[in-house]
C-alpha cells in the first residue's frame, strides 16, 4: 500500500483561500469604512483583531480543502497568480485613473472605486481560470 502526502496541496490551498481572504477582507473592511463615511459619523476602526481571525481561518480551511482535494493543483496556482498580478494592477490602475481625472476628490468615490478594483480581481481570476478554462501563467506540459 503505497502512502502520498497531499501536503503540498495543501499549502497551496492554503495560499489561494489566504490571498482571496484577504481580498475578501479588504472588500468588507472598505465597505464598512466607506458606509461609515457616507452617514458623516465620527469613528475609529481598528481591523487587526478581526483580520488576523479571518485570514488564519482561512488558510487553515483553505490547508485542509487542499489535503481533501488534491487534484487541481495548477488550477490552484493558476488562480493564485491571477489574484497575485490582478491583486497589484486592478487597484494600482483604479488609483492613477480616479487622481488623474479628478474623481479621488472625495473619499466616499475613492472607496467605491477601491472595493469594485477588489471585486473585480476576484471575479476575473476565478471566472477566468473555473469558468473560463483560460491558462495563461501555467501552459499545459504534454506537448
Known amino acids: 500500500m503505497e502512502f502520498r502526502s ?24 472598505a465597505s464598512v469604512a466607506w458606509y461609515l463615511s457616507s452617514t458623516r459619523a465620527t469613528y475609529f476602526i481598528d481591523g487587526t483583531p478581526a483580520a488576523i481571525v479571518f485570514l488564519l481561518s482561512m488558510i487553515i480551511a483553505g490547508f485542509l480543502w487542499g489535503v481533501r482535494n488534491p487534484d487541481g493543483q495548477r488550477k490552484r496556482i493558476e488562480v493564485t497568480i ?29 472607496s467605491v472605486l477601491q472595493i469594485l478594483a477588489h471585486i473585480l480581481v476576484i471575479f476575473v481570476a ?18
Open 82 to 110: 491571477w489574484l497575485l498580478v490582478l491583486g497589484f494592477l486592478l487597484p494600482m490602475l483604479t488609483n492613477l485613473i480616479s487622481v488623474s481625472s479628478g474623481l479621488a476628490d472625495t473619499v466616499t468615490t475613492f
Open 6 to 29: 497531499n501536503l503540498p496541496e495543501g499549502v497551496v490551498g492554503a495560499i489561494q483561500w489566504g490571498v482571496t481572504g484577504f481580498f475578501c477582507f479588504l472588500i468588507g473592511f
Open 126 to 143: 476565478y471566472g477566468s481560470v473555473y469558468g473560463l478554462d483560460l491558462v495563461v501563467f501555467l501552459p499545459d506540459e504534454t506537448s
